[in-house]
């Protein structure tokens, strides 16, 4: 029913920036929250950022102030800024969103996550 796309990942070394996008399609009533989390090797996957309808943003700490999420309600697509990038952010990053549909008359909300896209930091 609904795809998010990811792109933006690559190879940087520390200090450098990149900046993520994830783009939802398909069968969209509404988007609400949209956000970013990783998995790095041999760790669980934790929350880097999130961005709500009224635009409350916020952030891991690990990542404030390097860190900056964004969304283009027309495009559906959220994006993540990161600046002075560090080692340990390597990881896959995993956009999530949260969509609503409409069925038979009905609304309902589903959680998705796209197909993840991977950020290395060298030193």
């Known amino acids: 029913q609904v795809q998010l796309v990811e792109s933006g990942g690559g190879l940087v070394q520390a200090g450098g920036s990149l900046r993520l996008s994830c783009a939802a399609s398909?069968?969209?009533?509404?988007?609400?929250?949209m956000g970013w989390y990783r998995q790095a090797p041999g760790k669980q996957r934790e929350f880097v950022a999130s961005i709500t309808n009224n635009y409350r943003t916020p952030y891991a700490d690990s990542v404030k102030d390097r860190f900056t999420i964004s969304r283009d309600n027309a495009k559906n697509t959220v994006y993540l800024q990161m600046n002075s990038l560090k080692p340990e952010d390597t990881a896959v990053y995993y956009c999530?969103?949260?969509?609503?549909?409409?069925?038979?008359?009905?609304?309902?909300?589903?959680?998705?996550w796209g197909q993840g896209t991977q950020v290395t930091v060298s030193s």
């Open positions: 999530n969103a949260g969509i609503t549909h409409s069925s038979g008359g009905y609304s309902y909300t589903k959680d998705y």
């Open positions: 398909g069968s969209i009533v509404r988007i609400n929250a």
